[in-house]
């Protein structure tokens, strides 16, 4: 099976690939289940009984969709119909939109029903699917996004594919009620070339997908240069980088906050500072949003991700241990108390993410709209701020328009709405209106208040609330660390909590499978290496802030697993998938994402263990992985700020290597 690694300065092959996709391209120019006796019935009810929120979103469909297995391939090789592959997950905006519009439509639901079997994806759960479609629509399309809509033959090669589709054609986007019927005369007019085309797009892409040969030598080089291309995306004018929209990018922050230059700890100081004042940062109840739609950080992507929670929680932490200032701790804390307060399970884990999408307050039809939930009309902030005196103090305090301030909306959405950011410091606010301190810190108070008081009668925010192990496993690191930087032992029990119940509910102690997720009382698919990578890493931290011995054995135990599963003996680093992967790839991911790379978790986990434990093959697999590593991203070596964290120790490896071969 070819490995599909992330790698740079391969343009002849992709567009040699794009051109072998041509056909697929025209179209875009303007668990098995098993089968029951009502088999044939329409709609999207076989959802009903799966684990993932997602996936149960859409089981009122009239699309009649399976779930990912062996049921929908049979009906597909039975039927001789392509498969189309439906990807989101539950707090994606778009794959909301994409689901009232176009899964919710009689004619579509028809034209899908009749000549093609349906599959609906949720990513959290399934990654390894979601990696392999996306590397397909990026490589053909140029770009890729959620909703992801690919077409497949019925084994599931891909020979079409995109992202979100109105219902019809707006703006040049070719819609699914014209896209549809072209796909059905193709299929049926040149099956044989539309066979072709896919079979040919899965050789170049394995071709694509080889790795490079490891280094066989790690230097400092790539810190040097990831640090010149930080500084080269940095945006000087609000923090974080590259243009709108912005991403809070947290392995960068932490990567360039423990760097010893002086410009590394400016860049990433000014960016969380900027980051806390802006409306991705929630005002009155703490928590980050997804990302910023504009420069300012002001206009958020409203769905709150745990893996973000955990993630922006440690840059901040890592921020404090840096300069001692209790501004970055008490974000830090305002993230994790509210992290704690609400995506916390009763069991002890936590929930996977809040919606961007909410009931709009007042309207009996129970109308969604995305920010709903957080965004303020002058009406609403009228009714919430009687008080004249306080309502200029809010507006001041955070900006407020009664036209809205949402002036920069990427999508145009939140017209007439106000966002809270902070527009004024303490300081400004007791100055513009003559006030002493004191008295300033307690007029924010009390508008805070009566706010959040207000906001809480609006209808709840959806949860997606099964448990991720890798994300839970961030939440650990960063709860313990929290716990010994802050000197708030609640923080280490509540990862002392976490950890127990992911062991208990998510780990089979008899197959030493960990598993994926889990949902009222059942676990899904068998675990991914990024899940024993971060799982493994919570529980080293446990260990370094407890002392208790536990923790380190049961570290690694799952590392061990990890190692027999995923790590590649011939080329080092680690697969994200087991040997029997159920597609045409099998992938290593090198670089860092919204979520970090297995092989950079993996990194930080092996020398600590090689460190912990005396035992030198830990060690010596880390220096392999990071070979492997760094020999793929040569030339864009700051896309794996979380790898280059502990870069300086691999270097350090390269002088005693020789003797590390071969002991125990």
Not at 38 to 47: E, I, K, T
Not at 230 to 250: N, S
Not at 530 to 552: C, I, N, S
Not at 619 to 624: D, F, I, L, N
Request: hydrophobic fraction near 40%; include cysteine; glycine fraction near 8%.
């Amino acid at each position: 099976m070819n490995s599909l690694s992330v790698t740079a300065g391969k343009t002849v092959g992709v567009g040699m690939l794009r051109s072998v996709l041509a056909l697929s391209l025209l179209f875009f120019s303007a668990a098995t289940y098993p089968e029951k006796q009502d088999a044939d019935r329409p709609g999207g009810w076989r959802l009903a009984t799966e684990s993932s929120p997602y996936l149960q979103l859409h089981a009122d469909n009239p699309v009649t969709w399976y779930p990912w297995g062996e049921a929908a391939f049979e009906r597909a090789r039975r039927e001789n119909k392509p498969l189309f592959i439906s990807i989101g997950y539950f707090t994606c905006h778009w794959c909301h939109v994409m689901a009232r519009e176009s899964f919710s439509n009689p004619e579509i639901a028809r034209l899908l029903n009749d000549n093609f079997i349906s599959i609906k994806i949720d990513r959290e759960q399934r990654p390894d699917l979601d990696a392999a479609y996306m590397r397909y629509v990026t490589l053909t399309r140029g770009n890729g996004g959620w909703p992801m809509s690919v077409w497949a033959l019925p084994n599931g090669d891909p020979f079409v594919g995109g992202t979100y589709l109105p219902p019809d054609e707006v703006r040049g986007r070719v819609g699914m009620k014209q896209l549809l019927p072209r796909l059905v005369t193709l299929w049926k007019e040149e099956e044989d070339k539309v066979r072709e085309t896919a079979a040919r797009a899965v050789s170049m892409m394995q071709k694509l997908g080889a790795s490079a040969a490891p280094l066989q030598k790690i230097s400092s080089a790539a810190v040097v240069e990831a640090r010149r291309q930080y500084a080269e995306d940095y945006d000087d004018m609000q923090g974080g980088f590259g243009p709108a929209p912005k991403f809070p990018h947290p392995a960068r922050l932490m990567f360039l906050l423990q760097d010893d230059e002086q410009a590394s700890l400016d860049m990433a100081l000014f960016s969380l500072e900027r980051m806390a004042a802006g409306g991705i940062n929630d005002q009155l109840a703490g928590g980050f949003h997804r990302y910023s739609t504009d420069f300012d950080w002001r206009i958020p992507h409203f769905e709150k991700m745990l893996y973000d929670q955990a993630l922006i929680a440690r840059a901040y932490l890592f921020a404090y241990r840096r300069t001692g200032s209790d501004q970055y701790a008490d974000t830090a804390r305002a993230i994790l108390d509210f992290t704690l307060a609400g995506m916390r399970s009763p069991r002890g884990g936590f929930y996977a993410a809040l919606s961007a999408d909410s009931a709009v307050p007042g309207d009996a039809g129970s109308h969604m709209e995305e920010g709903a939930y957080y965004t303020w009309s002058w009406r609403q902030l009228d009714a919430a701020l009687p008080d004249a005196g306080l309502r200029d103090w809010a507006r001041a305090r955070y900006g407020l328009s009664e036209r809205g301030n949402a002036i920069n909306d990427l999508h145009n959405e939140m017209g007439g709405r106000n966002v809270l950011y902070r527009a004024q410091s303490t300081r400004e606010l007791a100055k513009e209106f003559d006030v002493d301190l004191v008295t300033a810190n307690r007029r924010s108070a009390e508008v805070d208040r009566l706010l959040l008081q207000a906001r809480a009668r609006r209808p709840a925010v959806p949860v997606d609330d099964k448990v991720i192990a890798v994300w839970n496993g961030y939440m650990i690191t960063t709860l313990a660390m929290a716990g010994q930087l802050l000197d708030e032992p609640r923080y280490i029990d509540a990862a002392k909590a976490t950890a127990k119940f992911l062991m208990q509910a998510l780990y089979d102690e008899n197959s030493r499978v960990l598993y994926r997720d889990w949902r009222d009382g059942e676990r899904g698919v068998p675990g991914f290496s990024e899940d024993y990578a971060a799982v493994a890493e919570g529980l080293l931290a446990l260990y370094r802030v407890t002392g208790q011995k536990h923790w380190l054995s049961r570290a690694r135990t799952l590392v061990d697993r990890q190692l027999a599963l995923f790590y590649d003996a011939v080329g080092g680093g680690f697969f994200s998938t087991p040997e029997d992967t159920e597609l045409w790839v099998r992938a290593k991911q090198a670089s860092d994402g919204a979520v970090l790379s297995v092989n950079g978790v993996s990194l930080h986990v092996l020398l600590r263990l090689g460190e912990l434990t005396g035992r030198q093959r830990y060690s010596e697999y880390a220096w392999e992985t990071a070979a492997w590593a760094g020999a793929q991203l040569v030339n864009v070596a700051s896309v794996m700020p979380y790898s280059l964290m502990v870069w300086d120790e691999l270097v350090a490896l390269n002088a005693g290597r020789a003797g590390l071969s071969g002991q125990p």
